[in-house]
């Protein structure tokens, strides 16, 4: 039986393929590619943002050991339909980067305030901040996600922070997972709760009140989410780093000068 | 389908929707695939089944599996005509066969508590799940072209005869296990369930309708779909690159080892496949794609969308139903890397295989262009190695069906 060679094959054309693979002189590797605790990137800046409009201001935080400057967080998802270190790697090209589960944690908290500023200084609408909150939480239809900039080795969690002494840079964090909840619970965990108690990795601790929040603890080389849809709202932090769909994306952040 | 059965958990999410229970029960019939329930007494196995019965009206059977049951009494209760005929030697008096299977005219079978029954009773109920019947050693069609089986059994339950012979009669002609203790039902099912009645029998109250044919057409929809080439070399690589593994002396095929597979394996690792699963069958393998066609079916019919969902997606998660209970996993393993849970093994090897697949798409891209040029390229063949070797086969066999093509 004669097979039809497709044109486009797993959403990309094979027109101009050999050319790509030939480009590299090695095989790519499977692995994803094992940054050092040293390396370093430059804090991208909020000077060349063209739509200050559309970020939310989340002001500097510190928690325990984990602390971060003033950032500016992307009302809307984007790159959707990327896998996770795709979406890092074209986040960085932008200047944005992800969010981590603890600044996530706080991104919902002032999204529940409804008080916010956008990145020009104005007081965002109360609806408008409802509206984003709905968007991320909401256990409706469609299914909606999005990537966070953690992920899990063996019993540590990696995730970037800025290295304030080092003139800011961002710098790959690799430590132990503490005091979290180790089971999954489906369900759950109280959102609220999880808002209020979570730890300075973001995770929920075993202090975390029972509720409809669905929770899939840290598994080894898995990557964190958070999914809503009509059946349920949850982190996940036991993702397929390259998984792709449709309504997966980003909620791009960046430092504010 | 009527839903007496009550379970609002998800069992997987596809394109963005929830599939639940009925959701893959009807993707069983629409793909004609067999199908296994799991569980406890009283999970809703029974249930379940007598829902899909509700599409066939007179054209379904529901048998109780029982260890004192022979063949003649399964005749019997299959139609009593049927089994007068045969009693009487008509065949033998020049009847023509077909006049005596067309008494047999059922489209669905459902067997409660099938590993009650002895193996000669179970073998000819496997037989009319795959629509025939065996009458002197010669098979006769039934269910005019559609038909289909439903089994239910207790999972702690066994055969009657070795709990390996078990495994192998699952593997030869059940193609969808599910067990409905893991994907059990919500309290708040239970509360419905409970406020709507008390009566603790299997509601089998149909309207009797008989909407078979919605279901048959649905399935030769189906038939008829041409499955995409990336589905095809996925499901290659569940085959094929799967039976990839290293030992200490070399690099081999885990159905070369036979037996031996999977003590002699290098890797015991969590997280690697080599000695945790056995390849699929070719026959599994076609349930798994069929099964990916019908999910993707009834995501269409939920959303009405084409193209929501991504195959790899739609193929590992059918991947998964279908081998979790096959016999294909390594039971140890499973039990000392993931607890003794089967579904959590599977999504441990489908998150694996996604990551190998998706960072192979390049290189079959390559291959892929390479084959429509008609032209062999070593350069590009090269990248296909290990695991992926049996991919140099499949993209020099379509690029010499290309030249052959430019060539005509």
């Not at chain 1, 964090?173 to 300075?200: M, Q, R, S």
């Amino acid at each position: 039986m004669a097979i039809k060679i497709p044109a486009i094959y797993s959403g990309k054309p094979i027109k101009g393929a050999i050319e790509i693979i030939l480009a590299s002189n090695s095989p790519p590797s499977v692995k994803t590619k094992k940054k050092s605790r040293n390396t370093s990137q430059i804090v991208p800046s909020s000077s060349n943002l063209t739509n200050p409009e559309n970020y939310i201001l989340l002001e500097a935080k510190q928690h325990g050991s984990y602390s971060y400057p003033d950032m500016l967080v992307s009302m809307e998802k984007s790159h959707m339909g990327k896998n996770w270190t795709k979406t890092h790697e074209d986040l960085a090209k932008e200047g944005n980067y992800m969010l981590t589960i603890r600044q996530f944690v706080d991104f919902l908290s002032l999204l529940k305030s409804r008080r916010a500023f956008d990145g020009t200084g104005k007081l965002i609408n109360r609806g408008k901040l409802e509206s984003v909150f709905d968007e991320i939480v909401k256990v409706r239809d469609p299914w909606r996600s999005e990537w966070l900039d953690t992920r899990f080795e063996g019993s540590n969690i990696i995730y970037h922070t800025f290295n304030f002494n080092g003139g800011g840079n961002l710098v790959e964090v690799n430590e132990h997972l503490v005091n979290y909840i180790k089971t999954d619970k489906t369900p759950g965990i109280n959102f609220n709760d999880w808002l209020k108690k979570a730890n300075y990795q973001g995770l929920p601790t075993p202090k975390t009140k029972k509720g409809s929040l669905y929770y899939w603890t840290p598994v080894d080389g898995a990557v964190a989410r958070f999914d809503a849809s009509s059946g349920r709202a949850y982190l996940g932090c036991d993702g397929n780093a390259s998984g792709t769909y449709s309504s997966l994306g980003v909620r791009a952040a960046r430092p504010k000068n | 389908m009527e839903q007496t059965y009550k379970n609002s958990t998800e069992i997987m999410q596809l394109g963005g929707q929830p599939i639940y229970m009925h959701d893959m029960a009807e993707a069983c019939l629409r793909g004609r695939l067999n199908l296994l329930l799991v569980g406890d007494t009283g999970s809703g196995k029974t249930q379940l089944a007598r829902d899909m019965m509700s599409y066939f009206g007179d054209k379904a059977t529901f048998i109780l599996g029982r260890n004192d049951m022979d063949t003649r009494e399964l005749f019997q209760q299959l139609n009593p005509d049927f089994f007068r005929a045969l009693k009487e030697g008509r065949l033998d008096k020049g009847m023509n066969p077909r006049e005596l299977t067309d008494k047999i005219d059922y489209h669905l079978i459902v067997v409660d508590e099938l590993p009650n029954c002895v193996p000669s009773v179970r073998g000819q109920l496997f037989n009319l799940f795959d629509g025939f019947i065996e009458i002197n050693g010669k098979a006769y069609p039934i269910g005019n072209g559609y038909s289909v089986g439903v089994a239910t059994g207790n999972l702690g339950q066994k055969f009657t005869e070795s709990s390996n012979d078990l495994g192998r009669a699952l593997k030869d002609r059940m193609h969808v296990i599910l067990d409905t203790d893991y994907f059990a039902p919500q309290s708040y099912d239970t509360l419905e369930i409970l406020a709507g009645n008390t009566n603790p029998r299997v509601n089998f109250e149909t309207d009797g309708k008989d909407r078979s044919q919605e279901v048959i057409k649905r399935h030769q929809d189906l038939v008829k779909q041409e499955t995409p080439l990336e589905k095809l070399n996925i499901v290659a690589y569940l085959v094929h690159g799967l039976d990839y593994c290293t030992t200490d002396s070399n690099v081999t095929s885990k159905r070369k080892l036979k037996d031996q597979w999977p003590t002699a394996i290098k890797n015991h690792a969590k997280g690697s496949d080599e000695s945790l699963i056995f390849p699929l069958s070719t026959r599994a393998a076609k349930s798994t794609l069929r099964l990916s066609q019908a999910l993707d079916s009834i995501v269409r019919d939920k959303t009405g969308k084409d193209g929501l969902v991504v195959p790899l997606e739609s193929v590992l998660q059918a991947y998964k139903f279908v081998a979790a209970y096959s016999g294909v996993l390594n039971e140890a393993a499973v039990e000392a890397h993931y607890g003794g849970d089967k579904y959590k093994a599977l999504d441990a090897i489908v998150q694996t295989t996604q990551t190998q697949i998706v960072a192979k798409d390049d290189d079959i891209r390559a291959g892929l262009e390479m084959a429509s040029s008609g032209k062999l390229n070593d350069k590009v063949l090269n990248r296909f190695t290990g695991r992926w070797s049996f991919m140099k086969d499949i993209l020099t066999y379509l690029t010499q069906q290309q030249e052959a093509n430019y060539g005509n």
